[in-house]
């Protein structure tokens, strides 16, 4: 009886092991060589003499001639380095690993799924449907509308050097880093939106100069997340039509840090923003009008040459800009948060080269807190909550003509110097 | 005599009751402000800047300094009032009048950076003085 039962036991475990064995051994590696024809489900064109499946990993090397797929495909792993695959309108699906270094992706959709997704050369035009744990994008041109989501804790740091020429999403929905733009710089000549969910930094242009021609789209929303887009040794391009614009998912929390961009174009930029989020432009340059609107707003050292909004919204901390702007339109203030401060020129002096008009009924808004700051424009406040050199800064009215400092309310000023 | 006293205290706690709704903003005197070093090795020096309101039995200054919204991952320390030794490594306090000047030592650099000062006296601690900073 005992006997039986080991015996029944041992069968089992036999059976259960073989199977598993030969589950392992369907998943096979496979090169194209592409000796019959051009056709991807032709079993003699592959190194192994069977059409690649679910389970196996496919690799293409280089070559001239072009892959064709004629039906909806899945495999396990891809490797191109080079050759043309041409998906032939349907999907080809990667369901773990893809290493895409060179050759060109054309004609369907390419769905990348799995652990790991790496651009670095492959050209694309089709449909880029990426969700993948760790993703960098290091190079390619992607002539095809393209949606990329790194959703895994290992960070994806990205060379750069790419070039989306179709509308393009770019989305980070887990505690880890995406980086791009590490290196060289990527192009976007078409729409870009980016979109962050969560802790830890999605870090755009990180440490090169890359370039927009048209929309982009900010979307900030997990607590303590944070995007940055730019950084302190290159100079980010906004050309053409390039605008910063909220993304349709919203600013609704974390850090938005905009550091060396200039934008060459004369469109409108507009940022609005909610509940715990902070605006913070570092050294920029802004040919078109700006409107920010957000809880706490930091502008440090940047260049507005037309007009300009900034609202500093709902109850939050007190907002203590470094200083160092020059506003060449005209400024329109506002802090409608009646527990914090709105300070400009916390360490060192702005200048307004036009009006400046303080929004009736206006809560604590602090002019040239420290730094001396010069308005060549008129004034207008309305407001008794308007306060100027709190610190040890000097209010300069230094215009070539008559200014006039008009409204309904009192100007606090503490010091008044020359020119 | 006895209705013109009563209408006096009236009055008084009329008054008490007005003056203790006026909130606490940046205008009533106390104030706070960081500066840092450029950074090195993204590494930088602080500094904080404080005004108190009076210096009548202030026991500590509550300094935090984070990189987001409620972490104060970059310096967190409660000076003694008026105590000059046994400080932090790169710590000092000076202190003219109601205006401190409290050197923070090195921390890591950030874009941006959240503060929060609190003051305890009569062993009470006032509520913070938050900001956020680049």
Known sequence: MKTTHYNLLFRLCLTVLLLSMNLISEAGNYTWNGTTNNQWGTASNWSGGLVPSTNDTVNVGSGNDTILIAANTTIYKLTISGRTINIGGYELEVTHTATLTGGKIYNGTLKLR??????????????????????????????????????????????????????????????????????????????????????????????????????????????????????????????????????EGGLTDGIITLKGIHQSSQEANELIGDDGLVINMDSCTFNGDVTLTAPSILLKNSVFTGDVAFTKTRTSSNSHCYGGNAFYG???????????????????????YNNVIFVPESNEIQMAYKGNTWFEGDASINSNEIYFNNSNGKVILSGENNQTLDGTDPYLFLQIGNK | ??????????????????????????????????????????????????????????????????????????????????????????????????KLNLALGEFDYSDVQFGSVRVKSNGVWSDAFAFVTN
Request: net charge negative; aromatic share 10%; glycine share 10%.
């Open chain 1, 114 to 247: 799995g652990n790991f997704v790496t651009f670095d050369g492959t050209n694309t035009d089709c449909t880029i449907d990426c969700i993948t744990a760790q993703l960098e994008l290091s190079g390619g041109v992607f002539d095809g509308e393209g949606s990329f989501e790194h959703n895994g804790t290992s960070n994806g740091f990205g060379d750069g050097g790419c070039v989306f020429n179709a509308q393009t999403i770019i989305k980070k929905s887990t505690n880890s880093i995406l980086r791009l733009g590490q290196a060289l710089p990527d192009t976007f000549k078409s729409r870009v939106e980016f979109i962050n969910t969560t802790k830890q930094p999605l870090e755009i242009s990180y440490g090169s100069a890359s370039v927009f021609y048209d929309l982009v789209s900010l979307t900030c929303t997990g607590i303590n997340s944070s995007m940055t887009l730019g950084n302190a040794t290159h100079s980010v391009q906004l050309l053409d039509k390039a605008v910063l614009v909220t993304g």
């Open chain 1, 330 to 352: 005209s400024v329109t203030l506002d802090n409608q948060d009646s527990n914090s401060a709105f300070r400009f020129a916390n360490i060192t002096g702005d200048h307004f």
């Open chain 2, 1 to 98: 005599m006895k209705n013109y006293l009563s209408a006096l205290t009236r009055c008084l706690i009329l008054l008490l009751f007005i003056f203790s709704g006026i909130p606490l903003k940046a205008q009533s005197n106390f104030d706070a402000y960081v500066v840092t070093s450029a950074p090195v090795n993204d590494k930088v020096m602080g500094t904080m800047f404080v005004t108190l309101v009076d210096t009548n039995q202030v026991e500590f200054i509550e300094i935090k300094l984070g990189s987001s919204d409620g972490v104060f991952n970059l310096f967190d320390y409660s000076f003694v009032y008026d105590q000059t030794t046994s400080l932090p490594t790169g710590c000092t306090w000076n202190r003219v009048g109601t």
